[in-house]
């Protein structure tokens, strides 16, 4: 059922340097990609999300990146933090509001 | 304003059972989706209840079924449990039924089947 592939399956990053994840999906009648982020024993909780008539959002030190003709799109963590350590999942939102979620990426913030 | 609940918290049945999770959606919110998120994955879409109807259904066999009350709370029976049953069952609440309005997920509910 996946439709969205997320890449790398674990990142490391030192504390203020920039976490990069990317996702890549299949489904051109996909309209809608949030980012989500889980802490442990929590649900996910949005970030981010962008539609595909714009190729770039930006909120606070969270950017989403799309590339509608490679059907792509990535989240970029800016100086990034400890506390931004936690799983972190693309998504893609289509017909009959199935949102498709990727494998998810387990970041850590090295301090 | 009171967030997304679910209960119970954990649950274990045996294979063959049935089992009901509950739902509270988020105050002011009458669309309520249910995901399954087996260990280390994604969730996975079951289906999204909107104003009592079902609007939206995931790639589920019919075993999963759903209810959604007046109060915009919900509940996810699963019948006949089969072993690959076992994951966090999450619930998320929005507003307005479509997949632009912002989820809000509730802390899930663990289901191992043994």
């Known amino acids: 059922q996946q439709q969205v592939k997320q890449s790398p399956q674990s990142l490391i990053v030192q504390k203020g340097g920039i976490s990069i994840i990317n996702c890549a999906y299949e489904?051109?009648?996909?309209?809608?990609f949030p980012w989500y982020q889980q802490f442990p024993g929590k649900g996910p909780a949005l970030l981010i999300a962008i539609r595909p008539d714009v190729s770039e959002k930006k909120e606070g030190r969270f950017t989403i990146s799309f590339n509608k003709s490679a059907k792509q799109f990535s989240l970029h963590i800016m100086d990034s933090q400890p506390g931004d350590s936690a799983t972190y999942f693309c998504a893609a939102g289509g017909n009959n509001n199935d949102m498709r979620f990727g494998a998810g990426t387990r970041l850590t913030v090295k301090p | 304003e009171t967030g997304v609940t679910q209960s119970p918290t954990h649950l274990i049945k045996t294979r063959g059972q049935q089992v009901t999770l509950r739902c509270s959606s988020q105050s002011g919110h009458n669309t309520v989706s249910w995901y399954q998120q087996a260990l280390g994955q994604g969730p996975q879409f079951i289906f999204q209840y909107y104003r009592e109807e079902e609007n939206g259904r995931g790639n589920f066999p019919p075993r999963f079924s759903g209810l959604q009350f007046p109060n915009y709370s919900s509940e996810l029976n699963v019948n006949a449990l089969e072993l690959d049953d076992s994951a966090l069952y999450l619930c998320a609440s929005s507003f307005g039924g479509t997949k632009y309005n912002e989820q809000f997920f509730g802390p899930g509910t663990r289901l191992t089947v043994l």
């Open positions: 489904n051109t009648a996909f309209d809608y």
